[in-house]
């Protein structure tokens, strides 16, 4: 399974930020903190929780996030690796990753100890490397911190190194933008994530933006960064092999790889999450009622048991965010269904406005499908539920998690699935209803207001309008 630890302080809230986090303020040392103290008693009582009910499992990768989880102490990162090591089986050769804010790095000595602490991959929030942007961002970091802290990652013989930026954001032109990556690719990271600015509800920087203080680019140039920028890092050799999500050949980010391809997970810390063998469950997004809960050992008993449209329907959703896509047989297994008898009319749609393809049994969005991901899931999820409404087919098995699959998939799938879309299109093709009725399909497509970006868990109802399809 995957572990992932939530670490919930940072020095200043950033101004978008909707993540449960607790500001400890500028100057104080999280190393003397009661507050800080406090988290780690809990965290350790939550691990030795969990090791006595899931003890003996394999852990893969282990994942800090936050808040700013490079605020602890390395002593206390190689503490919570220790019991992690205690109560479970750390794989050999796990990846370990710790987020981490540029100017919490200062110091060579300190990326060091993180490593011998047991880090190995160091994903570092630069955001952007202009300065009023960082500004309005809320962002407690300066741009020479950002390419400082590469510089030392790299110097203290980090080997794995991820930089976060976002693009989207309010004043920024795509010139800036196309700028800011030739500048970041310049220190040479591994991996690069790049998120779309999301507006959060209740943020500051929600406010700015309703009360006209700040405006967004025009959605042609949020699409314009959205390709030329993926186009730009794969010609520098980042493959696009999620989303937003970047990489050298080799360095893919396998915690993540692991939630898309629908792994077992174990959430600690305040607000993370779990789902474990088609159990889900969410801890309190507050560290008294965390505590609380941990100390009278109640963590993980409020469970929602996920029924056979919610695997469907998150199958769909993870494997269609990665370059490799939806194998098509995953989907036969878990609903006894066809995948693309079942969508007919909204894969031709798809297919014929450029926004899929499928080859070797994977269904997979081309880049500008990947664009408006959120409008095709919005559409395959209502004609899912549909379907799903006449039952599960014979031999289905929705409560096993159907292999990723780690080469292109059987030659008969491919078949298959070639075959099927091929007729599709014939079918298609012909008199001028039929492609009618394929302009209609592809009209009902719509896409969520404002830029596509990284999802925060709000439950807020986003606003849909159609759009313009993007030209590869």
Sequence with gaps: MLVYIHVPFCTTRCRYCAFYSNPLGRGVDPASSPVVRDYVDTLFMELAHWGDRLGGSTVQTVFFGGGTPSLLPPRIIGLIMERIGRYFKLAHKAEVTLEANPESLRGGHRVTQYLDAGIN???IGIQSLDESMLRMLG?????Q??????FLAREAGCANINVDLMWGLPGQSVRQWLQT???????????????????????PLELDVEDGRLILPPERDQNIMFMEGAALLEQHGYMHYEISNFARMGFQCRHNMGYWE??????????????IAGRRWTNPASQKAWDSRTRDGSLGQEVEELDPQTRVLEL???????????????????TGRDFVRDHQRLVQALHENGLIRIRNGYLRLTRSGMLVSNSILSNLFARTREVLKQGLAPGAKPDVN??????SGSLGEA????????QMIGSFGGSAADQTDAADAAENIVVPAGPLGRKRTTGRNTEIRPVQWPKA
């Design 316 to 334: 769909l959703m993870l494997r269609l965010r990665t370059a490799r896509g939806l194998r098509v047989k995953a989907y036969r297994e878990m």
């Design 121 to 123: 991959r160091l994903s």
């Design 262 to 275: 629908g792994e077992d997970y174990l959430g600690i810390g305040p607000s993370a999450t779990s789902t």
């Design 181 to 203: 990556l030739k500048d970041v690719m310049r220190m040479s990271p591994d991996h690069i994530s790049a998120y779309g600015l999301t507006i959060e509800p209740g943020t």
């Design 415 to 422: 078949v298959l699935a070639e075959e099927a879309a091929g």
């Design 402 to 407: 159907p292999a990723a699959g780690i080469g």
């Design 145 to 150: 911190d950002s390419m400082h802290a590469a």
């Design 139 to 143: 962002r407690p970091h300066k741009a």
